[in-house]
């Protein structure tokens, strides 16, 4: 690991730990308080919901993002999750904000709002397209402390099936979309540039759509910058079946060092409703919550060099229902199945219209 690298992870540990909850909750008021009224940030009625769009490519931002240095040899990789010192008792709460280029997908307020009430650190990866269709809502996330906004492609596309080419260009337009947001913010009362999840400079991690990857991925991730984040307890929300019960045991089943992933962008169809009870769970159980980077920071990463859900090889299911040629156009209604159980219970069973972001059931978006 290089060491600015090193430090900055480092500097993301020590602030998490030394602030308590109740702190956390009065900076990231405070902070907000500065940009947005209580009234601003509050949901608004259909803003979770999604809807279809023809593609206008003059959504792409028109200039670029700064280059970083590529990811250190030895954090190079799938991060599944972290291996905690002793004692030590976090898990990361990651939400997918996945948009497909045939869409304008939601952002799922009450989620946002419970992760404030309750002083809870998280992670959301943020499709571009998603951050350049909702501004403002992109940049409330920047600016919260307790949140840190990672890079989730540009448009959702399979980036196991895209030529080298498309696929560099693709996470390109991601990371110029953030580039912008973060420079906005930049000139806001409520920026406050320095290391900590509040550091409105630049992503430190991403997502893959689906949640596959090959070698040639992993590594423009890497090459880029970026620490490529998996996880390993997936919740299934994407799933309109599945329960804010089934939502809430599944994350129960996560011992410390665990990278949950969830969704905030309309399609976590009950992960509002589960979101408490998990957070309420997880106290009694004597956890904390962290960041990606935070927890990284902790301990040591967890990296495979392959993505995968469970077990490697279990979601190359992905590859047929989502060839990485062009997602311009909606997928069709998928078939009727039998009922599905586990992680991607949702994605043969889902509606057309939540079939985009099934995807990334149990992982992300």
């Given at each position: 690991?290089?060491?600015?690298?090193?430090?900055?992870?480092?500097?993301?540990?020590?602030?998490?730990?030394?602030?308590?909850?109740s702190?956390?909750?009065?900076?990231?008021?405070?902070?907000?308080?500065?940009?947005w009224?209580?009234?601003?940030?509050?949901?608004?009625a259909?803003?979770?919901?999604?809807?279809r769009?023809?593609?206008?490519?003059?959504?792409e931002?028109r200039?670029?993002?700064?280059?970083?240095?590529?990811?250190?040899?030895?954090?190079?990789?799938?991060i599944?999750?972290?291996?905690?010192?002793?004692?030590?008792?976090?898990?990361a709460?990651?939400?997918?904000?996945?948009?497909?280029a045939w869409?304008?997908?939601?952002y799922?307020?009450?989620?946002?709002?419970?992760?404030?009430?309750?002083?809870v650190?998280a992670?959301?990866?943020?499709?571009?397209?998603?951050?350049?269709?909702?501004?403002?809502?992109?940049?409330?996330?920047?600016?919260?402390?307790?949140?840190?906004?990672?890079?989730h492609?540009?448009?959702?596309?399979?980036?196991?099936?895209?030529?080298?080419?498309?696929?560099?260009r693709?996470?390109?337009?991601?990371?110029?979309?953030?580039?912008?947001?973060?420079?906005?913010?930049?000139?806001?009362?409520?920026?406050?540039?320095?290391?900590?999840?509040v550091?409105?400079?630049?992503p430190?991690?991403?997502?893959?759509p689906?949640?596959?990857c090959?070698t040639?991925?992993?590594?423009?991730?890497?090459?880029?910058?970026?620490?490529?984040i998996q996880?390993?307890?997936?919740?299934?929300?994407?799933?309109p079946?599945?329960?804010?019960?089934?939502?809430?045991?599944?994350?129960?089943t996560a011992?410390p060092?665990?990278?949950?992933?969830?969704?905030?962008?309309?399609?976590?169809?009950?992960?509002?409703?589960?979101?408490?009870?998990?957070?309420?769970?997880?106290?009694?159980?004597?956890?904390?919550?962290?960041?990606?980077s935070?927890?990284?920071?902790k301990?040591e990463?967890?990296?495979?060099?392959?993505?995968?859900?469970l077990?490697?090889?279990?979601?190359?299911k992905?590859d047929?229902?989502?060839?990485a040629?062009?997602?311009?156009?909606?997928?069709?209604?998928?078939?009727p199945?039998?009922?599905?159980?586990?992680w991607?219970?949702?994605?043969?069973?889902?509606?057309?219209?939540?079939?985009p972001?099934?995807?990334?059931?149990?992982?992300?978006?």
């Amino acid at each position: 690991m290089s060491m600015s690298r090193l430090a900055h992870l480092t500097a993301l540990c020590i602030a998490a730990t030394v602030a308590s909850s109740s702190d956390a909750r009065a900076e990231g008021r405070a902070a907000l308080g500065a940009c947005w009224s209580a009234a601003e940030l509050a949901g608004k009625a259909g803003e979770k919901a999604t809807h279809r769009e023809t593609y206008d490519p003059t959504v792409e931002p028109r200039t670029e993002a700064e280059p970083l240095a590529p990811v250190a040899p030895a954090l190079r990789g799938s991060i599944r999750s972290v291996k905690l010192p002793p004692g030590e008792k976090l898990v990361a709460l990651t939400f997918d904000l996945c948009e497909n280029a045939w869409e304008v997908s939601g952002y799922d307020a009450p989620i946002i709002d419970t992760l404030r009430k309750a002083g809870v650190n998280a992670t959301f990866f943020a499709s571009g397209k998603w951050l350049m269709d909702h501004k403002e809502r992109a940049q409330q996330l920047m600016a919260d402390p307790l949140f840190e906004v990672g890079a989730h492609s540009w448009t959702h596309r399979n980036f196991r099936l895209l030529p080298p080419g498309e696929m560099r260009r693709d996470l390109a337009l991601n990371l110029s979309a953030d580039s912008q947001l973060r420079r906005t913010l930049s000139g806001r009362s409520c920026y406050r540039p320095g290391t900590g999840p509040v550091d409105a400079s630049r992503p430190l991690v991403f997502r893959f759509p689906f949640g596959t990857c090959n070698t040639e991925a992993l590594d423009a991730v890497n090459d880029a910058g970026l620490l490529a984040i998996q996880w390993d307890i997936p919740t299934g929300d994407p799933a309109p079946a599945q329960s804010a019960d089934a939502i809430a045991k599944s994350a129960a089943t996560a011992k410390p060092g665990a990278i949950i992933v969830m969704h905030a962008n309309g399609r976590g169809h009950h992960t509002a409703e589960a979101l408490p009870r998990m957070i309420e769970e997880f106290r009694k159980r004597g956890f904390g919550f962290a960041t990606v980077s935070e927890l990284i920071a902790k301990g040591e990463p967890v990296i495979k060099d392959s993505c995968y859900e469970l077990k490697p090889g279990d979601n190359l299911k992905y590859d047929k229902l989502f060839p990485a040629a062009n997602n311009s156009a909606p997928p069709p209604a998928p078939k009727p199945a039998p009922a599905a159980t586990g992680w991607g219970a949702g994605v043969r069973n889902a509606p057309a219209a939540s079939h985009p972001a099934a995807p990334i059931t149990a992982d992300k978006p």
